[in-house]
């Protein structure tokens, strides 16, 4: 099952806390106090891990807490310090305090790790106290708690280009098409209900493609699957917006602009991302006037226009070469902007 978006409690452990002891050996007539210091407590640390690819296991334990630090002991012997927790999430996971909203840390990188709840410090024993002015403390310190948050695990993937479009346009078959992905394929919306990736080969290189439930018009808003998968595209460098103009009573244009509104209301920067417009299901086409339509409104917007059929393979390595061109495009503008 594929769950991206968990929210857990997370805890540090207690430092453990000093002792109170004083030295009493044979032969030894002023012996002093000896109380160890406490061990500090682990701490809980997230850490992106690229073998982890959803969020599910969150789901069933939403509550962790490291080990607390030992008691400090007789004759100076300090507490053990208690191990630290890592938790391993997906590469793409951002991490939100429920509390404040505020991100913690973006693990968009495999290694990456951010330390969500520190452990407390263990307390001093009553040797830490002895002095000129008290030769025999009898006091000592209780070890800290440790930090208690509360987050919100949301993962976003990371894939070179996302494929957008209304439901039954044909993304989860052009997926299958141009890469070793499997995506369920059926005649009725929203047979897609998560995110799928795909892998595609191009010019001795690759890249990754995903694949995310159809929009429908108030998607942003959570209509349809709405906004739940629409962050799965944020990452992405490049968008095909998939239009079928051989769907019956439709009009092409209007899809087309249902998209790019709901891309615009989710987040301006997604609706700004470079963009392909691929025409679907080229073998189903009769009328060739509202492809026309559609291939107008791109060019007056700067778009690249492909079309395509999964059955027929028209136009998909053309479709292939021209992302992986404006991807190259796009990672050496990446790299001059670099300073």
């Given at each position: 099952?594929?769950?991206?978006?968990?929210?857990?409690?997370?805890?540090?452990?207690?430092?453990?806390?000093?002792?109170?002891?004083?030295?009493?050996?044979?032969?030894?007539?002023?012996?002093?106090?000896?109380?160890?210091?406490?061990?500090?407590?682990?701490?809980?640390?997230?850490?992106?891990d690229p073998s982890?690819?959803?969020?599910?296991?969150?789901?069933?334990?939403?509550?962790?807490?490291?080990?607390?630090?030992?008691?400090?002991?007789?004759?100076?012997?300090?507490?053990?310090?208690?191990?630290?927790?890592?938790?391993a999430v997906p590469?793409?996971?951002?991490?939100?305090?429920?509390?404040?909203?505020?991100?913690?840390?973006?693990?968009?990188?495999?290694?990456?790790?951010?330390?969500?709840?520190?452990?407390?410090?263990?307390?001093?024993?009553?040797?830490?106290?002895?002095?000129?002015?008290?030769?025999?403390?009898?006091?000592?310190?209780?070890?800290?708690?440790?930090?208690?948050?509360?987050?919100?695990?949301?993962?976003?993937?990371?894939?070179?280009?996302?494929?957008?479009?209304?439901?039954?346009?044909?993304?989860?078959?052009?997926?299958?098409?141009?890469?070793?992905?499997?995506?369920?394929?059926?005649?009725?919306?929203?047979?897609?209900?998560?995110?799928?990736?795909?892998?595609?080969?191009?010019?001795?290189?690759?890249?990754?493609?995903?694949?995310?439930?159809?929009?429908?018009?108030?998607?942003?808003?959570?209509?349809?699957?709405?906004?739940?998968?629409?962050?799965?595209?944020?990452?992405?460098?490049?968008?095909?917006?998939?239009?079928?103009?051989?769907?019956?009573?439709?009009?092409?244009?209007?899809?087309?602009?249902?998209?790019?509104?709901?891309?615009?209301?989710?987040?301006?920067?997604?609706?700004?991302?470079?963009?392909?417009?691929?025409?679907?299901?080229?073998?189903?086409?009769?009328?060739?006037?509202?492809?026309?339509?559609?291939?107008?409104?791109?060019?007056?917007?700067?778009?690249?226009?492909?079309?395509?059929?999964?059955?027929?393979?028209?136009?998909?390595?053309?479709?292939?070469?021209?992302?992986?061109?404006?991807?190259?495009?796009?990672?050496?503008?990446?790299?001059?902007?670099?300073?």
């Amino acid at each position: 099952m594929f769950v991206d978006e968990a929210v857990i409690t997370v805890a540090g452990g207690n430092g453990g806390d000093g002792c109170v002891s004083f030295r009493r050996e044979r032969r030894v007539p002023r012996g002093g106090p000896d109380g160890g210091d406490g061990g500090d407590g682990g701490s809980v640390i997230l850490r992106a891990d690229p073998s982890v690819n959803t969020l599910l296991a969150y789901r069933y334990q939403p509550s962790f807490r490291a080990e607390r630090g030992r008691h400090g002991e007789g004759s100076s012997r300090a507490g053990r310090a208690g191990e630290d927790l890592v938790l391993a999430v997906p590469v793409g996971t951002v991490v939100h305090e429920v509390a404040s909203e505020v991100v913690l840390a973006d693990l968009s990188e495999p290694g990456r790790q951010v330390v969500v709840a520190r452990g407390g410090r263990g307390g001093r024993g009553n040797a830490r106290f002895a002095g000129p002015a008290e030769r025999a403390p009898r006091r000592r310190e209780r070890g800290q708690p440790g930090e208690v948050r509360r987050l919100r695990l949301e993962l976003k993937l990371l894939a070179d280009v996302g494929l957008v479009g209304l439901p039954n346009a044909g993304k989860s078959t052009l997926l299958s098409r141009i890469s070793a992905a499997r995506p369920r394929i059926a005649d009725y919306p929203f047979t897609t209900l998560a995110p799928v990736l795909g892998v595609v080969e191009a010019g001795g290189g690759s890249f990754v493609v995903a694949d995310i439930p159809g929009l429908i018009e108030g998607a942003h808003r959570g209509a349809g699957l709405g906004d739940r998968f629409l962050r799965h595209v944020e990452r992405c460098r490049l968008l095909l917006h998939l239009v079928d103009p051989a769907s019956p009573g439709g009009d092409p244009v209007a899809d087309m602009i249902a998209v790019e509104r709901e891309l615009a209301a989710y987040d301006p920067d997604l609706a700004s991302k470079p963009r392909v417009v691929v025409l679907t299901k080229a073998d189903l086409v009769q009328d060739p006037a509202p492809s026309a339509r559609v291939e107008a409104r791109a060019a007056s917007g700067g778009l690249a226009c492909v079309v395509v059929s999964a059955v027929t393979g028209q136009g998909l390595g053309r479709l292939v070469e021209t992302c992986a061109t404006m991807l190259a495009r796009l990672s050496g503008a990446r790299a001059e902007a670099r300073p």
